[in-house]
């Protein structure tokens, strides 16, 4: 009988335990990119330890399956004076206790809920269960009622968040008998009726959000009411790389009693160290229990003026000739005396060898990006290929919100190609690791680095899925990008099967058009350093490269005029009896210069595909007036039995 009644009090006590935690606010739907969604827990008691206890989010969707997409373990926080405690990212108000990334809570209709249990219990993908429920909320945003997942919860109603016809500007609110809801304006870590203690907020403010080293601010501090006792403050700017060695100033202030504000001068360090662009965090240390931040974690930009330039050109202003190809001896070999088909095979062979050729990760392109897309006119940005422009590497896209991003555009996109991303492309695991990849291994075009490029984030949306032809780039840009997307996609036709580049506007997967165009942009926009130079990068990472960018008139043999043609990459000419000899300016207007000359010699000028245009007799190191259109062309340049062939772009 005493065992009896011990079991009963023990299940009394594990009712009256887990009974003290609810679903108090949910706001899963704001305004513009989602990026204030929140929810707030509520304990019977104040200042209640959330030990033992895990939030759950339930995805309601065919795809979703009702099962979890996200498991927030509340073990070592504690609600506050009034029984809360807010999870929501940096950009929610009040600051919340526990941090989560923007934009993850996802609309409805899904369903949030507490478990006495662990995050580990709830895998991503796990079916939702009665089993260790505290407290569930469904909920939606004008979405039909999701039966199933509500059966598995043990819940009878869905709340519309949008019932009023205002979901980005409003919530869902507990009401005081723990059993219905009301949809109402947003009240976070506040009770939901008004009642409860006022806590004081702090709010952090600084003038600008980007300083360049050496620059001087202030930060200041303010609270909603005067301070009825002096109220001391202390806070760190260190985040990643930025430490303290990076600024003077003081992290410690005190707002007096019987006032609301209080600054401190900060000094940005002027090193002559190449750091890169790095971004301090301003976090505020724990406050006292009457006082709320009302922001924190407030990040500003150091911009790192120490940055290195290139000695090859941006692509707008390209130059030639400075990088050199870093192919191993022989790399392209295998494919003398070829031609057609033979020739496509031996290719393919090269760039696709399951025994040499590396696959990375998704995540790992974007520090393969920054690297290979680096500015040449600033080491902390990359270029943007479409709209040929440099932005800081740290504005890489990492919500839903593009603008004044970059992020990773598909030269040949995925929907088109019929490859997307796996988990284990969420992983960037760096350069040792890597997956064996071949011809057949389709899905690895996903992250190839040679048919990705860092883009605007609007102007990748903008480029969606078209065609080249369809999509030729921003209105008035100069094109420089169109010979490298060029060989991007035939690159990727040749790496991969089941990718081909065709004339027209294709509707099949596997194929990208137009090819016309694709080769005009290729022959009027040859390989430059700035595309080299990549080429070599992305060798280090995936042991192959792009044979168009190091053999350019491999196109011709392979889709243009030399189909067919037989292909000796030396082109019969002896290294021994090749002439040393610059041409500039390249890009020229019309008029060219020569260095390296001593004597007189034979200039003869030559179309892409292999039309003489004229035979010229010159000085040596003197000029020569071309009188030819726009254009891709060559100069052959002949001294006595040395020869020198040059392409030059005429603007």
């Known amino acids: 009988m005493k065992r009896i009644f011990t079991s009963i009090c023990f299940l009394l006590l594990f009712q009256l335990i887990t009974g003290q935690i609810v679903i108090n606010e949910l706001d899963s739907d704001t305004d513009g990119v989602d990026d204030m969604e929140f929810v707030e827990l509520k304990s019977d008691a104040p200042n209640f330890s ?91 945003t004008s979405d039909a009622d999701d039966l199933d997942l509500m059966a598995l919860l043990g819940e009878t109603v869905q709340i519309n968040e949008n019932e009023n016809g205002n979901k980005d500007t409003e919530s869902i609110q507990l009401n005081n008998d723990e059993i219905t809801y009301t949809v109402t304006t947003p009240t976070p870590r506040q009770l939901n009726d008004g009642s409860g203690v006022v806590l004081n907020g702090i709010t952090i403010s600084v003038a600008q959000t980007q300083y360049n080293e050496g620059d001087v601010f202030d930060i200041t501090f303010t609270s909603e009411t005067n301070v009825t006792e002096d109220l001391g403050l202390t806070f760190s700017l260190n985040n990643g790389g930025f430490n303290t060695a990076d600024f003077t100033g003081s992290t410690s202030v005190t707002i ?97 060898d399951p025994n040499t050729v590396r696959a990375q990760t998704y995540s790992d392109i974007i520090d393969i990006l920054k690297e290979a897309d680096q500015n040449p006119a600033n080491s902390n940005q990359v270029w943007l290929v479409y709209t040929e422009e440099g932005r800081a590497k740290l504005d890489f896209q990492t919500t839903s919100n593009s603008d004044g991003k970059w992020n990773r555009e598909h030269t040949f996109p995925r929907s088109l190609g019929g490859y997307n991303s796996i988990d284990l492309d969420d992983i960037a695991d760096g350069i040792n690791n890597y997956w064996i990849t071949e011809a057949d291994s389709l899905r690895h075009a996903n992250s190839d680095a040679h048919g990705l490029r860092a883009a605007d984030g609007p102007e990748n949306s903008s480029r969606g899925n078209q065609h080249y032809g369809q999509y030729n780039g921003p209105s008035g840009n100069s094109g420089s990008f169109k010979g490298d997307v060029a060989r991007s996609v035939l690159y ?58 190091d053999q350019p008139d491999l196109v011709e043999y392979i889709w243009g005029t030399k189909v067919g043609d037989t292909w000796f990459q030396s082109l019969g000419i002896d290294e021994e ?75």
């Open 50 to 140: 959330l030990d033992g206890y895990v939030v759950v989010f339930f995805n309601g969707s065919d795809s979703g399956g009702n099962s979890s997409y996200l498991a927030i373990d509340l073990d070592g926080y504690v609600t506050d004076v009034n029984g809360l405690l807010l999870i929501g990212s940096t950009t929610v108000s009040p600051f919340p206790q526990l941090i989560i990334a923007a934009n993850r809570i996802q609309n409805g209709a899904d369903a949030v809920a507490v478990y006495q249990a662990d995050a580990t219990d709830f895998p991503e993908g796990t079916l939702a269960t009665h089993t260790n429920l505290i407290d569930a909320l469904m909920y939606d």
């Open 492 to 549: 990727l036709e040749i790496r991969y099967n089941g990718l081909e580049v065709v004339n027209g506007f294709p509707g099949i997967t596997g194929q990208l058009g137009d090819l016309a165009t694709l080769l005009d942009w290729h022959r009027n926009d040859p390989p430059d350093d700035f595309e080299m130079n990549r080429n070599n990068i992305i060798y280090t990472w995936q042991f192959n490269r792009n044979p168009f960018i």
């Open 256 to 352: 007096p009693n019987g006032s609301n504000t209080i600054s401190t001068t900060i000094t940005l360090v002027d090193d002559t160290d190449d750091e890169g662009d790095e971004v301090l965090e301003i976090t505020l240390a724990a406050l006292p229990a009457s006082y709320i931040a009302l922001n924190n974690d407030i990040e500003i930009r150091v911009v790192d003026n120490d940055f290195v330039v290139a000695t090859w050109g941006i692509p707008t202003s390209p130059t030639f000739g400075s990088v050199t190809s870093t192919q191993p001896s022989g790399y392209y070999n295998s494919l003398d005396g070829l031609a057609d088909i033979n020739l496509r095979q031996a290719l393919q062979d090269i760039i696709a």
């Open 577 to 651: 009896n090749t002439l040393d000899v610059q041409v500039y300016p390249n890009p020229t207007s019309n008029t060219i210069y020569f260095k390296g000359l001593l004597n007189d010699a034979i200039v003869e000028v030559f179309s892409v595909d292999g039309r003489q245009l004229s035979t010229n007799r010159i000085s040596s190191n003197t000029s020569l007036d071309l009188n030819i259109s726009k254009g891709v062309y060559l100069i052959k340049v002949t001294l006595r039995n040395r020869t020198s062939v040059l392409k030059i772009i005429v603007k």
